[in-house]
T-cell receptor, first 113, second 114 residues
Framework: SQKIEQNSEALNIQEGKTATLTCNYT??????LQWYRQDPGRGPVFLLL?????KEKRKERLKVTFDTTLKQSLFHITASQPADSATYLC????????????FGTGTRLQVFP | KAGVTQTPRYLIKTRGQQVTLSCSPI?????VSWYQQTPGQGLQFLFE???????NKGNFPGRFSGRQFSNSRSEMNVSTLELGDSALYLC?????????????FGQGTRLTVV
């Protein structure tokens, strides 16, 4: 079955730098992959969806890449700010293009001033 | 427009009891998915409803059930509660297909089983 690996260790970076978070999957390559942000005690907030035929997607300071050869997605936040501090989750379908999602356990990002 | 509303926000129940959680999706959204989130397991998919039909189901025991009403509001029921059911229960709504479009999550219901 599909497994997602996100770095469970917190990522600490200085304000203004680019944060890069990794999402690796182990099995088939999915039709799409999503990234969410979650703050403590709150539900996840959708950030970006990238499809298998898209190598890269951008939204303001956010950029996501999707490499089906490496079975990996990278999530970048440029010019990071303390307000970007949160846990970031990646999610992908449990089989190629189903609506049933599996989530990674997330990576906590801490941006220091 | 109003976001996804989950009620109640917090709940304390005793082992063996049953509980019903409610989720009101964003107006116009027809898909509602439910997730369980625990520190050890992360977010785990419970089930998804679309137009009153369960379209997908996760790997949870039959004690976990749900339904969706004609107005797209959804309820989730857990019977014979166990200590391990303590978790944050989240619902997410989306316009059409749950996975391939943006999903909006509610604040969750924090269930504590004692």
């Amino acid at each position: 079955s599909q497994k997602i690996e996100q770095n469970s260790e917190a990522l600490n970076i200085q304000e203004g730098k680019t944060a890069t978070l990794t999402c690796n999957y182990t099995n088939y390559s999915p039709a799409y992959l999503q990234w969410y942000r979650q703050d403590p005690g709150r539900g996840p907030v959708f950030l970006l969806l990238i499809r298998e035929n898209e190598k890269e997607k951008r939204k303001e300071r956010l950029k996501v890449t999707f490499d089906t050869t490496l079975k990996q997605s990278l999530f970048h936040i440029t010019a990071s700010q303390p307000a970007d501090s949160a846990t970031y989750l990646c999610a992908l379908p449990t089989s190629y293009n189903t609506d049933k999602l599996i989530f990674g356990t997330g990576t906590r990002l801490q941006v220091f001033p | 427009k109003a976001g996804v509303t989950q009620t109640p926000r917090y709940l304390i129940k005793t082992r063996g009891q049953q509980v019903t959680l409610s989720c009101s999706p964003i107006s116009g959204h027809r898909s509602v998915s439910w997730y369980q989130q625990t520190p050890g397991q992360g977010l785990q998919f419970l089930f998804e409803y679309f137009s009153e039909t369960q379209r997908n189901k996760g790997n949870f025991p039959g004690r976990f059930s749900g339904r969706q009403f004609s107005n797209s509001r959804s309820e989730m029921n857990v019977s014979t509660l166990e200590l391990g059911d303590s978790a944050l229960y989240l619902c997410a709504s989306s316009l059409d297909r749950a996975g391939n479009t943006e999903a909006f999550f509610g604040q969750g219901t924090r269930l504590t089983v004692v």
